[in-house]
């Protein structure tokens, strides 16, 4: 059974431990990873919050008013394309057309920071105020 070690680069201790481990401590084969801290519970929070308020909105997309899942796809498509991530559209199984973009539940800290700021600066741009951040959702 392989053992698993998890450093958080939280303080320069941490970070020399983690240095040492890989160095020193890991065996022949070993992989070490390095990934971004992913998006918070606030994150989350405050960005459905913003896609609920532009559901409540009188805003429409494509002639209609939307839910707050439907804002939620497009603003993470419209924030992949205009962050150069791309977004694949493809031939469902019943012949619909279907978005493959990014999971924000696997969002960076920094991406979902990101696509926050790209969601309120559209609501800004459409005129779409944004109230303080309600304490139900935080």
Same mark, same amino acid.
């Given at each position: 059974?392989?053992? +698993?070690?998890? $450093? $958080?680069? /939280?303080?320069?201790?941490? *970070?020399? +431990?983690?240095? @040492?481990?890989?160095? *020193?401590?890991?065996?022949?084969? @070993?992989?070490?990873? =390095?990934?971004?801290? %992913?998006?918070?519970? @606030? !994150? &989350? /929070?405050? =960005?459905?919050?913003?896609?609920?308020?532009?559901? %409540?909105?009188?805003?429409?997309?494509?002639? %209609?008013? *939307?839910?707050?899942?439907?804002? %939620?796809?497009?603003?993470?498509?419209?924030?992949?394309?205009?962050?150069?991530?791309? /977004? #694949?559209?493809?031939?469902?199984?019943?012949?619909? $057309?279907? &978005?493959? +973009?990014?999971?924000?539940?696997?969002?960076?800290? *920094?991406?979902?920071?990101?696509?926050? #700021?790209?969601? !309120?600066? =559209?609501? /800004?741009?459409?005129?779409?105020?944004?109230?303080? $951040?309600?304490? #139900?959702?935080?």
């Amino acid at each position: 059974m392989s053992e +698993r070690r998890i $450093f $958080f680069m /939280s303080h320069a201790t941490a *970070r020399q +431990r983690a240095a @040492d481990y890989a160095l *020193r401590e890991a065996s022949e084969g @070993d992989k070490v990873t =390095f990934e971004a801290k %992913k998006r918070t519970d @606030d !994150q &989350n /929070s405050r =960005f459905h919050w913003l896609c609920g308020l532009l559901a %409540k909105s009188p805003l429409e997309w494509a002639g %209609k008013r *939307r839910t707050l899942a439907q804002w %939620k796809v497009l603003m993470v498509s419209g924030h992949a394309t205009a962050t150069v991530e791309g /977004s #694949e559209m493809v031939p469902g199984i019943e012949g619909e $057309f279907v &978005n493959l +973009r990014e999971s924000t539940a696997l969002m960076s800290v *920094r991406r979902s920071t990101s696509l926050i #700021e790209y969601t !309120q600066a =559209f609501m /800004s741009m459409k005129g779409i105020e944004i109230t303080e $951040f309600a304490e #139900e959702y935080a």
